[in-house]
């Protein structure tokens, strides 16, 4: 990344997205976070591995930005991204947690957060952190779908799981997940698994 992490501005902190990745009802499902910005299918191996050095050399620059200047909110969150991108879920949580408590955040700072402690093998802080991106923005879509993959494939709280889904398909019908197929289309394929399982 070549943006100083001095002139890290609040507003590119969150020009991040939260997806979900179904990678197969019946094997499971593999939930994955893309960020803007993150390496296109279209990359070569050689852009690949410079993004890669730029994201390490960012890491180490903001890793001495938060031990000089440890208030920094932006440089926190910047660093939590990029531990994010990097599937370093434990420091993920460590800079995100520090940079929330130096700022109330926002949705998608939570929602970020959610999802670094489901990759951990934490679910029940999991939705906790969605809850309170819920709380902060109630139409936040993102945060609400992944507390239903959490309760249903992590909790086994499936009737949950399609409650609070339903909640984002009345906010916004039109929902899809990653691959394409619709918000109703995955709660029916999840209510079809459900009724096989319990024959």
Request: net charge negative; charged share 15%.
């Given at each position: 990344?070549?943006?100083?992490?001095?002139?890290?501005?609040?507003?590119?902190?969150?020009l991040t997205t939260l997806?979900?990745?179904?990678?197969?009802?019946?094997?499971?499902?593999?939930?994955?976070?893309?960020?803007?910005?993150?390496?296109?299918?279209?990359?070569?191996?050689?852009?690949?591995?410079?993004?890669?050095?730029?994201?390490?050399q960012a890491i180490l620059?903001?890793?001495?930005?938060?031990?000089?200047?440890?208030?920094?909110?932006?440089?926190?969150?910047?660093?939590?991204?990029?531990?994010?991108?990097?599937?370093?879920?434990?420091?993920?949580?460590?800079?995100?947690?520090?940079?929330?408590e130096l700022h109330s955040?926002?949705?998608?700072?939570?929602?970020?957060?959610?999802?670094?402690?489901?990759?951990?093998?934490?679910?029940?802080?999991?939705?906790?952190?969605?809850?309170?991106?819920?709380?902060?923005?109630?139409?936040?879509?993102?945060?609400?779908?992944?507390?239903?993959?959490?309760?249903?494939?992590?909790?086994?709280?499936?009737?949950?799981?399609?409650?609070?889904?339903?909640?984002?398909?009345?906010?916004?019908?039109?929902?899809?997940?990653?691959?394409?197929?619709?918000?109703?289309?995955?709660?029916?394929?999840?209510?079809?698994?459900?009724?096989?399982?319990?024959?």
């Amino acid at each position: 990344m070549e943006k100083n992490q001095a002139t890290v501005s609040k507003q590119t902190l969150y020009l991040t997205t939260l997806i979900v990745f179904i990678a197969g009802f019946l094997s499971g499902v593999a939930f994955t976070v893309f960020k803007t910005g993150g390496n296109q299918p279209g990359q070569s191996i050689s852009q690949q591995s410079g993004q890669a050095a730029q994201e390490a050399q960012a890491i180490l620059n903001l890793e001495a930005e938060v031990t000089a200047n440890p208030e920094n909110f932006n440089a926190w969150t910047q660093l939590g991204h990029l531990y994010f991108d990097s599937n370093q879920y434990q420091k993920a949580i460590g800079a995100y947690t520090k940079s929330l408590e130096l700022h109330s955040g926002d949705a998608n700072l939570w929602t970020d957060l959610g999802v670094m402690y489901r990759r951990s093998g934490e679910p029940e802080k999991a939705i906790e952190a969605f809850t309170k991106a819920m709380a902060m923005d109630a139409g936040h879509t993102q945060s609400r779908f992944n507390q239903g993959i959490v309760l249903h494939y992590d909790l086994g709280r499936t009737a949950e799981a399609i409650e609070i889904w339903q909640q984002v398909l009345a906010i916004n019908p039109g929902y899809k997940t990653v691959n394409g197929i619709g918000l109703q289309d995955f709660i029916n394929q999840v209510k079809q698994g459900a009724a096989a399982q319990s024959k």
